[in-house]
């Protein structure tokens, strides 16, 4: 791994071709929500829910116990039909909808969802225009009193010994042996809750988990 810096290599490629490329495998990895977005949705309940960067759909499976329609949105076509598949395998495809998008341009309506996740996606955007934007977008499609769930990967992880925020790449092995480079953008947490706040959501907390940063948010 390698930091990005002025004049040096672009490390962020083009990420729909990557998770496109991975997305067979990737998905077989990610059966389960993680414990910290059960714990987000436990108590909570809206009309429309979303997901964004819902990558499998494993997260649109649990807004499907609180939601009456779940959308989820992904960049990566190819794991957008996982999700489609995950959905009609375990029955919740008559909630839940897909639907080929980018974070920071969210092909949802204004004030359309009363609750959301975005877990694991705004790390991936190459700039922080970028990733401000997408924590915009969300402000944007949340109706008022919505609340979400946004994560980034962090410095607190153990794998990482720096204090300040990075660009990297980590590899993504497939069967086989091929890898196959992913773009993240590596936050730290006061970076996190900075870029937050920049945004137009409303911070309610912020709890580092298992390396992750998670912050609970309204508008």
């Given at each position: 791994m390698d930091s990005q810096s002025p004049g040096g290599p672009d490390l962020t490629g083009d990420p729909q071709s990557t998770y496109d490329?991975?997305?067979?495998?990737?998905?077989?990895?990610?059966?389960?929500?993680?414990?910290?977005?059960?714990?987000?949705?436990?108590?909570?309940?809206?009309?429309?829910?979303?997901?964004?960067?819902?990558?499998?759909?494993?997260h649109a499976e649990?807004?499907?116990?609180?939601?009456?329609?779940?959308?989820?949105?992904?960049?990566?076509?190819?794991?957008?039909?996982?999700?489609?598949?995950?959905?009609?395998?375990?029955?919740?495809?008559?909630?839940?909808?897909?639907?080929?998008?980018?974070?920071?341009?969210?092909?949802?309506?204004t004030d359309a969802v009363g609750l959301a996740v975005y877990v694991a996606t705004v790390h991936h955007l190459p700039t922080r225009e970028a990733r401000v934007r997408s924590l915009d977008e969300l402000a944007r499609v949340l109706a008022p009193g919505g609340t979400a769930l946004v994560s980034a990967w962090s410095t607190a992880?153990?794998?990482?010994?720096?204090?300040?925020?990075?660009?990297t790449t980590v590899d993504?092995?497939?069967?086989?042996?091929?890898?196959?480079?992913?773009?993240?953008?590596?936050y730290s947490p006061a970076e996190f809750e900075a870029d937050i706040a920049e945004s137009t959501l409303e911070l309610v907390d912020l709890e580092i988990s298992s390396g992750n940063c998670y912050a609970t948010v309204t508008v």
């Open positions: 490329r991975i997305a067979a495998h990737f998905s077989k990895t990610r059966e389960y929500a993680w414990p910290e977005v059960e714990s987000f949705l436990d108590g909570r309940a809206a009309p429309r829910a979303l997901d964004v960067g819902c990558g499998n759909g494993r649990s807004l499907a116990d609180r939601a009456d329609a779940v959308i989820g949105v992904d960049l990566s076509r190819e794991l957008l039909r996982e999700a489609i598949a995950r959905a009609r395998e375990r029955g919740y495809d008559e909630t839940a909808s897909f639907v080929h998008g980018d974070a920071a341009a969210l092909p949802i309506a992880h153990d794998r990482f010994d720096r204090e300040e925020g990075f660009d993504w092995t497939l069967p086989g042996g091929e890898t196959v480079p992913r773009y993240y953008h590596i």
